[in-house]
Protein backbone atom coordinates (compact mmCIF):
# COMPACT_ATOMS: atom_id res chain seq x y z
CA UNK A 1 0.00 0.00 0.00
CA UNK A 2 1.44 3.50 -0.94
CA UNK A 3 1.79 6.05 1.26
CA UNK A 4 -1.36 8.14 0.36
CA UNK A 5 -3.96 5.27 1.62
CA UNK A 6 -1.86 5.51 4.72
CA UNK A 7 -4.83 7.92 6.26
CA UNK A 8 -8.35 7.84 4.06
CA UNK A 9 -9.84 10.82 5.27
CA UNK A 10 -13.05 10.44 7.17
CA UNK A 11 -15.99 11.89 4.94
CA UNK A 12 -17.67 13.89 8.08
CA UNK A 13 -15.98 16.26 9.79
CA UNK A 14 -14.89 15.13 12.90
CA UNK A 15 -13.38 15.39 16.69
CA UNK A 16 -10.16 15.00 18.27
CA UNK A 17 -10.02 11.59 19.99
CA UNK A 18 -8.99 12.82 23.00
CA UNK A 19 -9.63 15.96 24.93
CA UNK A 20 -7.96 18.88 25.00
CA UNK A 21 -6.30 19.02 28.46
CA UNK A 22 -6.33 15.07 28.88
CA UNK A 23 -2.47 15.92 29.37
CA UNK A 24 -2.10 13.40 31.56
CA UNK A 25 -3.53 10.49 30.29
CA UNK A 26 -0.01 9.46 28.79
CA UNK A 27 2.29 10.48 31.34
CA UNK A 28 5.35 9.54 29.87
CA UNK A 29 4.61 12.12 26.42
CA UNK A 30 3.76 14.27 29.13
CA UNK A 31 6.97 14.67 30.96
CA UNK A 32 8.98 14.71 27.72
CA UNK A 33 6.83 17.68 26.26
CA UNK A 34 7.17 19.34 29.53
CA UNK A 35 10.56 19.15 29.12
CA UNK A 36 11.59 18.93 25.89
CA UNK A 37 8.68 19.98 23.66
CA UNK A 38 10.66 19.46 20.57
CA UNK A 39 10.93 16.05 20.99
CA UNK A 40 6.93 15.50 20.72
CA UNK A 41 6.86 18.57 17.59
CA UNK A 42 9.30 16.45 15.78
CA UNK A 43 7.27 13.29 15.93
CA UNK A 44 4.26 14.75 15.23
CA UNK A 45 5.58 16.96 12.53
CA UNK A 46 7.47 13.90 10.86
CA UNK A 47 3.96 11.69 10.69
CA UNK A 48 2.11 15.09 9.84
CA UNK A 49 4.56 15.64 6.32
CA UNK A 50 4.86 11.98 5.94
CA UNK A 51 8.21 11.31 6.42
CA UNK A 52 9.18 14.75 4.08
CA UNK A 53 10.34 16.24 7.51
CA UNK A 54 12.37 14.04 9.45
CA UNK A 55 11.61 14.33 13.62
CA UNK A 56 15.25 15.66 14.45
CA UNK A 57 14.89 18.56 11.48
CA UNK A 58 11.37 19.68 12.72
CA UNK A 59 12.45 19.42 16.35
CA UNK A 60 16.09 21.37 15.37
CA UNK A 61 13.92 24.26 13.55
CA UNK A 62 11.26 24.37 16.44
CA UNK A 63 14.11 25.25 19.25
CA UNK A 64 15.70 27.43 16.68
CA UNK A 65 12.54 29.10 16.71
CA UNK A 66 11.89 29.36 20.73
CA UNK A 67 15.45 30.29 20.97
CA UNK A 68 14.92 33.21 18.55
CA UNK A 69 11.54 34.27 19.12
CA UNK A 70 10.48 32.73 22.65
CA UNK A 71 7.36 31.29 20.43
CA UNK A 72 7.79 27.69 19.06
CA UNK A 73 4.13 28.04 18.96
CA UNK A 74 4.33 30.37 16.12
CA UNK A 75 5.90 26.99 13.90
CA UNK A 76 3.77 24.33 15.76
CA UNK A 77 0.23 25.90 14.95
CA UNK A 78 0.44 25.33 10.99
CA UNK A 79 1.14 22.01 12.12
CA UNK A 80 -2.39 21.56 13.91
CA UNK A 81 -4.01 22.69 10.73
CA UNK A 82 -2.64 20.86 8.49
CA UNK A 83 -3.22 17.88 10.65
CA UNK A 84 -6.96 18.61 11.26
CA UNK A 85 -6.95 19.13 7.18
CA UNK A 86 -5.78 15.85 6.95
CA UNK A 87 -7.96 14.31 9.05
CA UNK A 88 -10.60 16.37 8.94
CA UNK A 89 -10.66 17.41 12.57
CA UNK A 90 -13.22 20.40 13.22
CA UNK A 91 -11.43 23.82 13.83
CA UNK A 92 -10.10 26.47 12.87
CA UNK A 93 -6.96 28.53 12.07
CA UNK A 94 -7.56 31.13 14.94
CA UNK A 95 -8.29 28.33 17.75
CA UNK A 96 -5.17 26.29 16.66
CA UNK A 97 -2.82 29.52 16.92
CA UNK A 98 -4.65 30.94 20.64
CA UNK A 99 -4.19 26.80 21.39
CA UNK A 100 -0.63 26.33 20.77
CA UNK A 101 -0.01 29.91 21.93
CA UNK A 102 -1.70 29.89 25.18
CA UNK A 103 -0.99 26.52 26.13
CA UNK A 104 1.72 24.58 23.39
CA UNK A 105 2.32 21.54 25.99
CA UNK A 106 -1.48 20.78 25.57
CA UNK A 107 -1.45 21.35 22.15
CA UNK A 108 1.35 18.89 21.04
CA UNK A 109 0.49 16.52 23.50
CA UNK A 110 -3.15 16.46 21.99
CA UNK A 111 -1.52 15.77 18.45
CA UNK A 112 0.28 13.12 19.72
CA UNK A 113 -2.47 11.44 21.48
CA UNK A 114 -4.46 11.56 18.39
CA UNK A 115 -1.84 10.24 16.20
CA UNK A 116 -1.02 7.79 18.36
CA UNK A 117 -4.93 6.56 18.72
CA UNK A 118 -4.65 6.33 14.62
CA UNK A 119 -2.77 3.62 14.81
CA UNK A 120 0.90 5.25 14.79
CA UNK A 121 3.90 4.17 17.02
CA UNK A 122 5.53 7.03 17.60
CA UNK A 123 8.42 6.06 18.66
CA UNK A 124 9.18 4.63 14.98
CA UNK A 125 8.85 7.83 13.03
CA UNK A 126 7.37 7.40 9.71
CA UNK A 127 9.25 5.04 7.53
CA UNK A 128 8.98 2.37 10.72
CA UNK A 129 5.47 3.17 10.30
CA UNK A 130 5.23 2.67 6.67
CA UNK A 131 7.26 -0.50 7.16
CA UNK A 132 5.26 -2.23 10.28
CA UNK A 133 1.76 -1.42 7.78
CA UNK A 134 3.15 -3.26 4.83
CA UNK A 135 4.75 -6.44 7.48
CA UNK A 136 1.58 -6.60 9.44
CA UNK A 137 -1.11 -5.22 7.52
CA UNK A 138 -1.72 -2.71 10.17
CA UNK A 139 -4.06 -0.12 9.02
CA UNK A 140 -3.12 3.15 10.20
CA UNK A 141 -5.17 6.88 9.79
CA UNK A 142 -8.95 5.79 10.81
CA UNK A 143 -9.72 6.84 14.10
CA UNK A 144 -9.77 4.74 17.15
CA UNK A 145 -13.96 5.14 18.85
CA UNK A 146 -15.16 3.16 21.78
CA UNK A 147 -17.88 1.34 21.60
CA UNK A 148 -20.67 1.05 18.65
CA UNK A 149 -23.59 0.99 17.39
CA UNK A 150 -26.35 0.54 19.77
CA UNK A 151 -29.72 0.07 18.96
Known sequence: MDAQHLHAKPQAEGEWSTGFCDCFSDCKNCCIT???????????????????????????????????????????????GKMRAQYNIGGNDCGDCLKH???????????????????FNMDLGWAGNVQRQQNQGVAMGAPVFQGGMTR
Open 101 to 119: FFCELCALTQQYRELKNRG
Open 34 to 80: CWCPCITFGQVAEIVDQGSTTCGTAGALYTLISCFTGCGCIYSCFYR
